[in-house]
């Protein structure tokens, strides 16, 4: 039975965008379903982000009409898509570094007091008030370059929140956010349906759309492969129209590093906090675990626990304060990236927009510029490299030399992984190893990291899901407020053992999602 059109309230009707060489959208006629939470999901590089910057205004369709409330609507800018109370939360975040999280928070929609002043008084209030409501208090004050990944994208969604909208998308919301975190959202987004707010929710991380989406929709290379209500959806149902295949999940296979030698031992390690600022930094003290040669290691933590600063440290990218690393049983001075590299040890970082791709450069030069780094340039067989992981990893490229920038946020990801590859460093450390990637290449990404490690590869990642968390490690070591919480082997880690071991312990509220459906 269709439903009622009465229900929807936006509308996007013959979408066509083209880029160069790509049809982003092939005629695609989307709906959301008043008060709904609807879920839009595919591929990467099906089209999802491009209908959503279509739908804010941020670009323009080269055909298609687009209707709210049964009306057709222009929507030529950002300005005008907010007039309609259209607001969007972008895949790659737009936090300015140089603001204050106030500022940034009314940027471009400054509050005004007797017409001239910008009204910074009662910014901070309804700043501080839309933090706390996502439940991440911060100082408004705080300088945005401070802050992590994870609290940048709160930010961010505290400025759609500050700003009230009555269709709120959300382009992966959750990507950096760990299960408290995203637990907070989710309560949020239940009080915005409750107050009549409409979302459209893009995320790859399945048991969450499961557990919230009203509506689905499955974009397939630029064309609606699938709709549907909740009631008719599963987690084939989905997997099969995005990929046209059956089960793309990763099976957790149970081969065993062997009882091998340590490669990476870290002993006694501590970080200050750079800046005496406590909601950009977590210090990280006194931690000490090994890797073992072919050993997957998973450091499993909450937003501030300490992960990124911790492999940010071994990576050479962050001074520690005491503690000694040894690799090989050597002790190696790790000051600086180059020196990291030098002792064979590389980082995918969890920020591909801050710390890892390089806009202007092709696809190609992303992928081998770390490879070419002080040595020799054998171009012909690094571009045969290239081609191989591009294959390897199902990279959605046409042609390695175009920018970066034209591939969508799951496939640059996919990138940043091939960079370091291409090194073969004998220890691989991931922050957010498949951050924005889909469910198919998700798979393909841990068979890839487990033939690696199967090869002698010592692989340490951090990870805000669980799931993953449990899908690639061998062993976890779980972080919470800088310090080592617990350590489980694989067959010990449970949901609610990671979650318990990672929560702080006293007036925490956070449960993990209730009701949420197995996989
Ligand atoms: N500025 C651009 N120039 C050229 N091609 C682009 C540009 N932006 C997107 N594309 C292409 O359009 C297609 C759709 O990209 P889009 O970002 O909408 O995918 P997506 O579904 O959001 O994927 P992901 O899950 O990886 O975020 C991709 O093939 C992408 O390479
Ligand atoms: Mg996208």
Redesign the pocket.
């Known amino acids: 039975m269709s439903e009622p059109q009465v229900d929807v309230i936006l509308e996007a009707c013959n979408m066509v965008k083209r ?2 060489g ?1 049809i ?1 959208l092939n005629d695609v006629t989307f709906r959301a379903h008043r008060n709904k939470v609807n879920v839009l999901i ?10 959503m910057r279509v739908l804010a205004g941020v670009e323009s369709a080269d055909q298609g009409c687009i209707y709210l409330n049964g009306s057709a609507i222009a929507v030529r800018s950002p300005l005008e898509a907010s007039t309609h109370g259209i607001a969007i939360v972008h ?1 790659e975040l737009s936090v300015l570094p140089n603001l204050d999280l106030s500022e940034n928070i009314f940027a471009g929609r400054e509050l005004v007091k007797s017409g001239v002043f910008v009204d910074r008084g009662s910014q901070d209030v309804q700043s501080y008030a839309a933090l706390e409501r996502l439940r991440k208090p911060m100082p408004v004050k705080t300088q945005a370059a401070r802050l992590s990944l994870g609290a940048r994208q709160i930010v961010e969604l505290a400025r759609t929140l500050a700003h009230g909208a009555k269709v709120l998308i959300l382009d ?1 919301p959750t990507s950096a956010l760990s299960m408290a975190e995203v637990d907070s959202l989710f309560r949020v987004i239940d009080e915005l349906k409750q107050s009549g707010v409409t979302i459209i929710y893009i995320s ?1 991380r399945l048991h969450e759309l499961l557990h919230l989406g009203d509506h689905f929709t499955v ?1 397939r290379s630029g064309r609606v492969v699938g709709e549907a209500p909740r009631a008719d959806v599963s987690r084939d149902w989905i997997v099969e129209r995005m990929s046209g295949r059956v089960n793309a999940a990763a099976d957790r296979d149970h081969i065993k590093p062997s009882k091998s030698a340590t490669v990476l031992s870290v002993e006694r390690l501590s970080l200050a906090a750079s800046s005496g600022d406590e909601a950009a930094q977590a210090p990280v003290h006194d931690v000490s675990f090994k890797v073992r040669q072919g050993e997957i290691l998973g450091v499993y933590g909450l937003l501030g626990s300490g992960r990124t600063e911790l492999v940010e440290a071994l990576a050479g990218c962050r001074k520690k304060s005491a503690g000694m690393i040894r690799l090989h049983e050597k002790i190696v001075r790790i000051e600086s990236v180059p020196d990291a590299m030098n002792a064979g040890i590389m980082l995918v970082p969890e920020d591909r927009q801050r710390d890892g791709l390089i806009p202007d450069l092709t696809i190609r030069e992303n992928m081998t510029m770390a490879a070419t780094r002080g040595l020799f340039l054998n171009r012909t067989k690094e571009t045969a490299r290239a081609k191989q992981l591009v294959k390897d990893l199902n990279i ?1 490229a046409r042609n390695l030399e175009l920018p970066v ?7 640059q990801q996919k990138v940043l992984l091939a960079r370091c590859l291409m090194c073969s460093p004998s220890v691989l450390l991931l922050d957010e190893p498949t951050r ?1 990637v ?1 469910v198919g290449a998700k798979a393909e990404i841990y068979r890839i990291l487990r033939h690696l490690a199967s090869q002698g590869m010592s692989i340490l990642f951090t990870s805000s899901e669980i799931e993953e968390t449990r899908a690639l490690a061998d062993r976890v070591i779980v972080l919470c407020q800088g310090g080592i919480a617990a350590e489980f082997a694989d067959s010990e880690v449970t949901d609610e053992a990671l979650f318990a071991a990672a929560s702080p312990t006293v007036g925490t509220t956070a449960t993990p999602l209730s009701g949420m459906p197995a996989l």
């Open positions: 880029y160069p790509t982003a595919g591929e990467n590089g099906a089209g999802k982000s491009t209908l895949q992966e790859h974009l959605a920038t034209t591939l969508s946020g799951g496939n924005g889909d």
